[in-house]
T-cell receptor
């Protein structure tokens, strides 16, 4: 399983963009890169996933490095509701292993 | 649309008592099913996953077990709870056989006293 490295915590001002980085240098060629977030006292919520190309959905954008050894989750305009722990998970098989993630604080 | 149900939402059980947590998924067939546990202030630990009826893969040896008696039903059990079993238990599903994401239930907060 690919190991991931994420900052323990980040801060952002409300309504500004947020770039959450993830290093996954041991990723395999078939691993999709998944991002989830967990709000306090809730189960994780799927955010976005991709393989090689950059991906966009209504929640966020995912920028994947050309060598796939890192990726960045982009929240275009942070809101107070985006305050959560964000997890990056490279995945191919049936198992999903969550690391410690990045705790995002959004400052009003 | 697909939905996942987990119950109960909260549970307080004495040490040594049995446990049964149930999870059901609606609106899909042959999902992969998962049980995770999150101890207070800690990360999510994968406990069990299942790719089909009666097929259970255990990730961590402990006094918990899982069963999948029906396609969309996943049960987490224990014969005798320990204090260390306290935590937030989460069930999740994904479409089997692809690269689809996980979808989580609302979880059960278990306190063993």
């Amino acid at each position: 399983d690919a190991k991931t490295t994420q900052p323990n915590s980040m801060e952002s001002n409300e309504e500004e963009p947020v770039h959450l980085p993830c290093n996954h240098s041991t990723i395999s060629g078939t691993d999709y890169i998944h991002w989830y977030r967990q709000l306090p006292s809730q189960g994780p919520e799927y955010v976005i996933h991709g393989l090689t190309s950059n991906v966009n959905n209504r929640m966020a954008s995912l920028a994947i490095a050309e060598d796939r050894k890192s990726s960045t989750l982009i929240l275009h305009r942070a809101t107070l509701r985006d305050a959560a722990v964000y997890y990056c998970i490279p995945n191919t098989g049936n198992q999903f292993y969550f690391g410690t993630g990045t705790s995002l604080t959004v400052i009003p | 649309s697909q939905t996942i149900h987990q119950w109960p939402a909260t549970l307080v059980q004495p040490v040594g008592s049995p446990l049964s947590l149930e999870c059901t998924v609606e609106g899909t067939s042959n999902p992969n099913l998962y049980w995770y546990r999150q101890a207070a202030g800690r990360g999510l630990q994968l406990l069990f996953y299942s790719v089909g009826i009666g097929q259970i893969s255990s990730e961590v040896p402990q006094n918990l077990s899982a069963s999948r008696p029906q396609d969309r039903q996943f049960i987490l059990s224990s014969k005798k709870l320990l204090l260390s079993d306290s935590g937030f238990y989460l069930c999740a599903w994904r479409t089997g056989g692809g690269y689809s994401p996980l979808h989580f239930g609302n979880g059960t907060r278990l306190t063993v006293t």
